[in-house]
């Protein structure tokens, strides 16, 4: 079956704009994960949804947001780039809220100029 | 969010074993013990998971300290393919599915 999808791959934008990052879990899965991955940070949790409800969020600031629709797909938006946003995104799906095994998307490498 | 120890890397030689240890001492009742891997230009991937017995599966077995405060690894026979960052991270049970990584041990295997 199918893996998790995120889409686009690889995006470049300028500081001050906004930008969505998409995520298709596994089907049947329903619950995503996001995380952003610097080579300074590391691997860092963003947030988790389960049936289109934000169940914990990272330690981010407010311009990192998202959301989660009715097929489990999921969004992250990024309003107001900052050079620091630059990073590689993941997203990850599980069968259920709190499921013992999560499943990462190859993740979307962006790149704030 | 309880933390977890690794060394920052290890070496191995091709179709040896290898044990990655993790230290946990901060360890709550409800925490799960989970390992990732991460390889180059890849997503992590699940490698096993415990709680308080040591677990096996078809990647790995997870051997757990009696007091839990500890944790080891064990790739039975390691191949290129395994080089890779592995995480030991600690979920509490109660608290969703979020992950919390550290830095993770950079594994470099050697033919």
């Known amino acids: 079956k199918a893996g998790v999808t995120q889409t686009p791959r690889y995006l470049i934008k300028t500081r001050g704009q906004q930008v969505t990052l998409s995520c298709s879990p596994i089907s049947g899965h329903r619950s995503v994960s996001w995380y952003q991955q610097t080579p300074g940070q590391g691997l860092q949790f963003l947030f988790e949804?389960?049936?289109?409800?934000?169940?914990n969020k990272g330690n981010f600031p407010g311009r990192f947001s998202g959301r989660q629709f009715s097929n489990s797909r999921s969004e992250m938006n990024v309003s107001t780039l900052e050079l620091g946003d630059s990073a590689l995104y993941l997203c990850?799906?599980?069968?259920?809220?709190?499921?013992?095994?999560?499943?990462f998307g190859q993740g979307t490498r962006l790149t704030v100029v | 969010d309880a933390k977890t120890t690794q060394p920052n890397s290890m070496e191995s030689n091709e179709e040896e074993p290898v044990h990655l240890p993790c230290n946990h001492s901060t360890i709550s009742g409800t925490d799960y013990i989970h390992w990732y891997r991460q390889l180059p230009s890849q997503g992590p991937e699940y490698v096993i998971h415990g709680l308080t017995s040591n677990v096996n599966n078809r990647m790995a077995s997870l051997a757990i300290a009696e007091d839990r405060k500890s944790s080891t690894l064990i790739l039975h026979r390691a191949t290129l393919r395994d080089a890779a960052v592995y995480y030991c991270i600690l979920r509490d049970g109660n608290q969703g599915g979020k992950l919390i990584f550290g830095q993770g041990t950079e594994l470099s295997v050697k033919p």
């Open positions: 949804y389960f049936s289109e409800t934000q169940r």
């Open positions: 990850a799906s599980s069968l259920a809220e709190g499921w013992t095994e999560a499943f």
